[in-house]
């Protein structure tokens, strides 16, 4: 891994005065100690695997984790189980080494912008993505900033990878690692919990959260797939946008929060829906959607948009016809200045950008805390589908971004 500043070019001198000010810290000024307390965690590999973790630049705000053990993607996929809340109680009973008497506690949300793009003067496919969302403190009005983890996975018969998760999703905020309290034993379901990625076939995938109720498939014969399972699965499995669609097509996507219907005209945080984007290295993309069939009373009918430049880009309503007239449906303000500010950057630039370019168009689409829950830019990721490599940027400081490659 390789880390890159944007901004700041250090001179000889530079490194030399570094080397003297850090050998002259006073001893109150020393790194905080890490503690790797997992309380439900006993076997030596996944010891190892938590250990791991590292803090990549001091600041408790991006952390990095090869997660090299088994986290049993088969069982998750034939468990039949749908809704945040039962799946990590379910991987809490599989991952875990003895039994934990409080469930854990997961939630998810996600504004985010997406666009596919070929790369300027150059043969590369990107993909840009931007997570936001807000995160409050117990008292409703303090705003958490996010401890994104870079996670790497290599499974057995799978594809490698890199994802994002949001920390905080599974209650692990800002400088986590350095509260002697804090039990890292919810981390084991990390490959859950992504909500973008790349693989090494150059798949990349991000979620975006819809205010609608959550889709709930009951297609005969076929079994559940939650939210983020369905990312796990995509990028462990897929190596184009073709094939993800297959194989999303063959499961009932499960979007609630607690495997529940929402109840008539509930738009609360628990009760969203999402759509995927998606791009690969051939430069193919797409969006998916899950719309109203006949009679539903829940979203329940996939629909893939693809192969129309006026569609390389989304954010936080829907692009599908069908919904029209829904609350985020193509009507709705939900991300709509977003989404015309990539729409005619990518025409004017004729859907062609270098990787600069790229996380510049993020930052222009960038969200400060706001009014809305999914305001609040926590991450920017720049894919390089062909080289199968991210650049990221946290909580909007482009002047320190990062490089990541999967290996």
Known sequence: MKRT????????????????????????????VPYYNAKHITDENKVAM??????????????????DVDYKLDQVLASNIGGTQALFQYIAYLLYDD????????????GCSAFAVDEKAGKNRLMGRNYDFRHFASDGETLLPTSAI????SPKGGKKSISMVDGINLGYGKGFLYDENTDLSLLMGLPYAALDGINEDG?????????EKPTVQTKEG??????????????????????????????NMDMSADGKTA?????????????????DATGDYAIVEYCYGNNARTPDRMEVYTANDTLRCVTNF????SMVGHLDGWGSTHGRKRYDTMRSTLADQNYSLSGSEAMNLLQSVAQTPGEELTSMTQWSAVYNLTEKSVRLAILRDYGKQFDFKVE
């Open 5 to 32: 500043n944007a901004l700041i070019a250090w001179s000889a001198i530079g490194l030399a005065m570094l080397s003297f000010s850090v050998s002259c810290k006073k001893e109150s000024e020393k790194s905080p």
């Open 50 to 67: 938590l250990h791991s973790l590292k803090d990549l630049d001091g600041t408790g705000r991006l952390f990095e984790i090869n997660y």
């Open 99 to 110: 039994i934990d008497p409080k469930s854990p506690e997961v939630k998810y949300g996600a």
């Open 150 to 153: 870079l996670v790497r996975t």
């Open 203 to 211: 798949f990349a995938i991000g979620v975006l959260a819809l205010r």
């Open 222 to 251: 076929q079994g559940k797939i939650a939210t983020t399972v369905a990312i796990r699965m995509l990028l462990d499995k897929a190596s184009t946008v073709k094939e993800a669609i297959q194989l999303l097509d063959g499961y």
């Open 263 to 279: 109840p008539e005209g509930a738009t609360e945080q628990g009760y969203s829906n999402y759509h995927f984007f998606m791009a």
């Open 318 to 321: 829907y692009v599908s016809p």
